[in-house]
């Protein structure tokens, strides 16, 4: 079972940026769909982003509340998936989890996720 640690959350202003982070360690993610999915106060947690396996062409989706706005990318070297995100607005805080998987249900295992707050 593969542990990913979510790093890069913090506070930032409406129009600011941060880059998330998901690192596997040593696990390899080459043959995974690597989601990112947030779950603000009192709400469900939703799919944003999707970037597919090396199989499946590596092909990138967005939810469209953070298309335009939000880039996935991932370095299999690293095992690590990314979310950059920019133009944050403040109903983009929540605590931002990844998974492998573009599905919120058929993620198997959780990490403790990583904070986002927009706010000025």
């Known amino acids: 079972q593969v542990h990913l640690k979510e790093s890069g959350g913090g506070l930032v202003q409406p129009g600011g940026s941060l880059t998330l982070s998901c690192a596997a360690g040593?696990?390899?993610?080459?043959?995974?769909?690597m989601g990112w999915f947030r779950q603000g106060s009192g709400k469900e947690r939703e799919a944003i982003s999707c970037?597919?396996?090396?199989?499946?062409?590596?092909?990138?989706y967005y939810t469209e509340s953070v298309r335009g706005r939000f880039t996935i990318s991932r370095d299999n070297y690293k095992n690590t998936v990314y979310l950059q995100m920019m133009s944050l607005k403040p109903e983009d805080t929540a605590v931002y989890y990844c998974?492998?998987?573009?599905?919120?249900?058929?993620?198997?295992?959780w990490g403790q996720g990583t904070q986002v707050t927009v706010s000025s």
């Open positions: 970037i597919k396996s090396r199989d499946g062409d590596g092909s990138t």
């Open positions: 040593t696990f390899s993610l080459d043959y995974y769909n």
């Open positions: 998974g492998t998987s573009c599905q919120t249900t058929r993620v198997s295992s």
